[in-house]
């Protein structure tokens, strides 16, 4: 599908609504995992394997709150909110796809923070999720950024999607992160 809409939102678009029939579902069977990981130490040992443990990702009316709310601040602190959308009926205006980026530039490596990219399970694979993260990298890099921090799930299909487009393992890997998500990989892009 080539006619997607790509914009920014505003903030009176940040409502749990905008996500009403976006499917956040996400079937995992395999993910990355450190192979000396503990519980109390998912994410700090080194190396990577890829291993079972399937589980399935989805988003509640309660979730659609906290994202709209989340991605409400981002944007009134001058960060990204980028958008997806479908033009045509009859789903005109559906959102399908977003991307957010905060403001604060940190680390010696001179990040931003990649804090939501997600794609509605229907429009996966027809190359949104890679326009979304171009998008954001050249608005990253023209806010002085040199590179995107992203706290990744580590879905095997998640992984590739990321590794695909130049994603490495974050040289500065945020402590905040690992401890909010300690299953996610911790990896950053350069912006151009």
């Known amino acids: 599908m080539n006619d997607i809409i790509y914009r920014e939102l505003e903030a009176s678009e940040l409502v749990p609504e905008l996500f009403a029939d976006f499917i956040r579902r996400q079937v995992v069977n395999l993910c990355y995992r450190h192979p000396d990981a503990t519980a109390s130490d998912p994410g700090k040992a080194a190396g990577w394997v890829v291993r079972p443990d399937p589980f399935v990702d989805d988003w509640t009316d309660d979730d659609h ?3 709209s709310a989340d991605l409400l601040c981002i944007v009134e602190s001058g960060g990204l909110v980028y958008g ?8 005109a205006g559906r959102l399908v796809g977003f991307i957010s980026v905060e403001p604060e530039i940190f680390g010696e ?3 931003m923070d990649l804090s939501h ?3 509605s399970e229907d429009m996966r694979g027809r190359g949104i999720g890679g326009k979304l993260l ?3 990298k050249l608005w990253a890099a023209k806010q002085g ?3 995107l921090y992203i706290s990744a799930h580590s879905a095997l299909e998640s992984q590739n999607f990321y590794r695909r487009r130049g994603c490495i ?4 890997p945020q402590d905040e992160h690992i401890a909010e998500e300690p299953f996610d990989c911790q990896l950053e892009c350069d912006c151009i």
Do not use: G, K, S
């Open 84 to 91: 997806a959308f479908v033009p045509a009926e009859p789903n």
């Open 65 to 67: 709150t906290r994202v």
């Open 169 to 172: 393992d974050a040289v500065e």
């Open 145 to 147: 950024a040199l590179r």
């Open 109 to 111: 490596r001179r990040y």
């Open 134 to 136: 171009e998008y954001a």
């Open 117 to 119: 990219l997600h794609v």
